[in-house]
Structure formats: structure tokens, C-alpha cells
């Protein structure tokens, strides 16, 4: 059975970077499209950006296009998630999601495999 486990959380202070990592076990990483969500206090959990399978594609919400970065690790099954200028809006629980195939969703209900979470609080 598939097991996502994430890591590299922490506290960071607004403007500062911080990578969390996701990796997959159980399954091939390749054959699955992969996903980050986040989760603040009091609010539903929401997309940040996926990546296809093969890496060639990927996706961003709004809120964070041009400071956030997903890429992947086919050969360490391993998904990042490079977080710079982090503003404490950013402050969340971290998810990686996965979903066998090629095509990513910034729907939750599309990835059947889901990690524990990693936090990331970024104090201003």
C-alpha cells in the first residue's frame, strides 16, 4: 500500500525560503501525477501546485506563482516544494497528494494517496 510522508517544516521568518519534501513509498512514484495542498487554522484545505508524472508540466495557484516551485525526483521517489519570499499567509499545514497517471487537478477529490501534513509557520 502507498505511503506519502512529508517533511522539512518549520518556523522561517517572512521573506526567508524553506523546501519541504514528500516521499512516496509502496507504489512506482513515476507512474503518479503528484500535488501540494495546504491547510491554515479555520480554513479549508486549498491547492498550491502540481506536477505531471514525467515532470513535464506543472501548475500553480495564484497566491503562489513566482515564489513557490514543485518539482520531483523520479529516481529517489521524491517530491519539493521550494518556498521563497514566504509571507506568514503562507502559514499552513502542508499536504502532498498523489493520483495515479499523468494529468494533475487542483481538485482534492482527484489524488487517492495523501501524506500526514508538515507545518510550516512563517512569523512576520
Known amino acids: 500500500q502507498g505511503q506519502l510522508v512529508e517533511s522539512g517544516g518549520g518556523l522561517v521568518q517572512a521573506g526567508a525560503s524553506l523546501r519541504v519534501s514528500c516521499v512516496l513509498s509502496g507504489r512506482t512514484f513515476s507512474n503518479y501525477a503528484m500535488a501540494w495542498f495546504r491547510q491554515a487554522p479555520g480554513q479549508d484545505r486549498e491547492f498550491v501546485a502540481a506536477?505531471?508524472?514525467?515532470?513535464?508540466?506543472?501548475d500553480y495557484a495564484d497566491s503562489v506563482k513566482g515564489r513557490f516551485t514543485i518539482s520531483r525526483d523520479n529516481a529517489k521517489n521524491t517530491l519539493y516544494l521550494q518556498m521563497n519570499s514566504l509571507k506568514p499567509e503562507d502559514t499552513a499545514v502542508y499536504y502532498c497528494a498523489g493520483r495515479e497517471g499523468f494529468y494533475i487537478y487542483m481538485t482534492q477529490s482527484r489524488y487517492e494517496l495523501w501524506g500526514q501534513g508538515t507545518q510550516v509557520t512563517v512569523s512576520s
Open positions: 506536477i505531471t508524472s514525467s515532470a513535464s508540466n506543472s
